[in-house]
């Protein structure tokens, strides 16, 4: 029987819990790089890139020759069972990456929501504290403790009522929607005035550029004001790089261009070039204070996601992709601000590195309303985007850094096409 996506679908609504989401109603057959056939055997762009998970695109030569070799050798022992080279030397290579100029220790697990969960119980377990303080808009994933951080209730805790205690909210600086530097700083103090005093905080958890919150950066002034108020209570201070991590950014972790580094950093998505591999790095005082046992997980690490992530590193050194992430999203970013010279719905252009969005608005107010026939209109072209904000209004750029010249050219034509036939309509 030949397969189709619609037919697929069907089969998908029947076995497939509605809570698993699915943006695109098409089916992947195969992929390679930035191109992605689907069942049928139509090819699309891929800009979405598994959302920021294949920075070196998909199936890349060397990713996958060294995945091929360790399957030959052995697929799993759990590494808190009997040990393997590759966990080491993928902590080896993070403890250098990741920036700070302190002894660092890293723990390996598999989704980058266990990253997160487990820098929490790093920072509870160092500071002998509880509370933690995340941001508007923020997001850290999907798991119990993860929604608690995440500043967005629909869809990902819509129904499921309360999420855990001790976690408290403050402002994410956002000049375009009115929050300044200093309204998000004095969130904070409203906190420890009205809510729990600094002895009572662990962590503040932030991405240095929010992902599914919009793109939002935060300015390095921003981050040093943070920095200071966590050196003067004790409180250890996360960067969630899940999604900027792996040089999406242009730099291999978005904190090296804050000018000052975490204690605690998390990391997924890209590291490991498609095969399902987190963790968290930080200051090997802060993460030895979890006893034995206290940190892990059966397929924490895998002997397969370890190879994948060296051959990644290796990719980034070999084929200088730091320097491409900053050219694609320079490519990126002067296409699409030609195109916001055309539409005046696109409020504004931004992202570091190669990690850029678009924002959509009509007459200052945001414009959700596009979002959905963006991205359909582009995949009836061959084009395959995200969308993303609190609102739903942004329009979000992932290709892989390994993409052509032409081919990014290609779907940007596709992008301006797709704006002409949405905001001429």
Known sequence: MTKTNDGLMARRQAAVAQGVG???????ERAENATVWDVEGREYIDFAGGIAVLNTGHLHPKVKAAVAAQLDAFSHTCFMVLGYESYIAVCEKLNHLVPGDFDKKTALFTSGSEAVENAVKVARAYTKRAGVIAFTSGYHGRTIAALALTGKVAPYSKGMG???A???RAEFPC??????EDDAMASIERI???DAEPADIAAIILEPVQGEGGFYAVTPSFMKRLRELCDNHGIVLIADEVQTGAGRTGTFFAMEQMGVAADITTFAKSIAGGFPLSGITGKADVMDAVTAGGLGGTYGGSPIACA???????VFEEEQLLTRANDVGNRLKTALTDMQAKYPQIADVRGLGAMIAIELMDDGVPAPQYSAKILAEARSRGLILLSCGTYGNVIRVLVPLTAPDAQIDAGL????GTFQAVFKS
């Open 22 to 28: 699915q943006i695109h109603p098409i089916f992947t």
């Open 162 to 164: 309360l999420m855990s």
């Open 166 to 168: 001790n976690v408290f």
């Open 175 to 180: 000049e375009m929607h009115g929050v300044s």
């Open 192 to 194: 420890f005035k009205n």
């Open 308 to 314: 994948a992530a060296l051959a990644v590193i290796e």
């Open 413 to 416: 034509a596709i992008m301006d």
